[in-house]
């Protein structure tokens, strides 16, 4: 009875290191799954260039590429990046080889760097990289993040649960040994009869009911498409009542609306409107989501006949430098239009006149 109890003991604890170690396998392969990128990369001979695609772990540094990884710009056209995965802003930032940046931005704000888990959204680029594997921006991340896990709540829980059960167990232990022994006479069977109180203590089911029904709950969240990769994190999971997160498209609808267009009076005016969706309209660079909102809302104002009336001549593209972005339009009749949007400082350091009621009148402070 007692070898039974034994082997029925460690084939439950079997059980429940291998259903974990089954389901954290499984879940480690998902996740692998989805991380099977490749990237394009230049290798450059004497007397040709040949374009190759290779796995990320076959890139290293100094290698020339198309598709940024830790890069650094070498030369760039029109290249917009989307680096969701690094700050939690949507919106794509333009790339060049030069840097335009300020002393005190971020890593990432960098604009002639490039990061492993952005996105091309537009535009074409060659790059060195600098930086692949774990030596990333993102691996650093990873790594500072991959340290020793705290326990949850329900982790704690069982631990002192534990702890307990074996406190009794080691006072109840000695004692039934020694009573039993005193009384009978017969410290063989006393000694065995205290093993078997040990091992009656000893919750041999927990352990198994524990995985499995962890192991379920995982299987049902997978079904909604979301990977568990500590079993115990299901517990806490199913304790929250409300979860709050920042990250764009998961709260918000990831676009921007227009609701005001407004003059120098604060008051509504259909000409901000319309040269605002000319703007936006004919340049040929990437729209962002300020000019989609300009576009939805001038074509729900009904303003897309406009359209027929203008032709672009030509665009000056936003740099850093200017602060801004241009297009030059004609109309039927011949005349010429320029159209500049940008940042409210950069329009009003350029300006010297503002139509004011119908009149030019001189801008002052």
């Keep these: 009875m007692k070898l039974s109890s034994y082997s029925f003991m460690a084939t439950d604890k079997l059980f429940s290191l291998f259903s974990t170690a089954e389901t954290g396998l499984t879940s480690e392969e998902a996740l692998h799954r989805q991380d099977e ?6 290798t ?19 290698n020339v590429i198309l598709l940024p990884a830790d890069v650094r710009f070498l030369t760039t056209k029109d ?43 537009s535009g074409s680029a060659t790059a060195v990289v600098l930086a692949t594997g774990n030596d ?3 691996g650093s991340m990873a790594k500072s993040l991959s340290g020793d896990r705290a326990k949850t709540s329900f982790e704690r829980g069982v631990d002192s649960i534990s702890r307990l059960l074996i406190n009794m167990m080691l006072v109840m232990v000695p004692v039934v040994f020694l009573i039993n022994g005193f009384a009978k006479s017969d410290w063989t069977n006393a000694f065995l009869f205290a093993i078997s109180i040990a091992v009656g203590l000893t919750p041999e089911m927990l352990p198994v009911i524990m995985t499995t029904t962890l192991a ?32 764009t498209g998961t709260l918000t609808e990831d676009k921007i609306v227009l609701e005001k267009y407004m003059n120098l009076h604060g008051e509504d005016d259909s000409r901000i409107l319309r040269h605002a969706y000319l703007n936006s309209y004919f340049q040929t660079g990437l729209k962002n989501l300020i000019d989609l909102a300009i576009i939805n809302r001038a074509a729900k104002n009904g303003l897309e006949p406009i359209l027929e009336k203008y032709s672009r001549v030509d665009e000056i593209p936003f740099d850093f430098s200017r602060g ?42």
């Design 216 to 247: 379920k709950g995982a299987v049902s969240m997978s079904k909604h498409r979301v990977i568990v990769r500590t079993l115990g994190a299901i517990q806490t999971f199913g304790e929250m009542d409300i979860l709050c997160t920042d990250k």
């Design 79 to 121: 290249t917009f990046i989307a680096q969701a995965a690094l700050t939690g802003e949507s919106n794509p930032v333009e790339k060049f080889s030069i840097s335009k940046n300020k002393p005190e931005d971020g890593l990432t704000d960098l604009t002639n760097l490039g990061f492993t888990g952005s996105n091309v959204i």
């Design 44 to 62: 450059t001979g004497k007397k040709n260039t040949v374009l190759h695609r290779l796995r990320e772990a076959m890139i290293h540094p100094f």
């Design 136 to 138: 990333t921006y993102l």
């Design 324 to 365: 801004r972005m241009s297009v030059v339009l004609t109309d039927k009749t011949g005349k010429r239009q320029l159209i500049t949007k940008g940042a409210v400082e950069e329009i009003i350091s350029i300006s010297s006149f503002v139509e004011m009621s119908g009149q030019i009148v001189p801008m002052d402070e």
């Design 37 to 42: 990128n490749g990237k394009n990369v230049i």
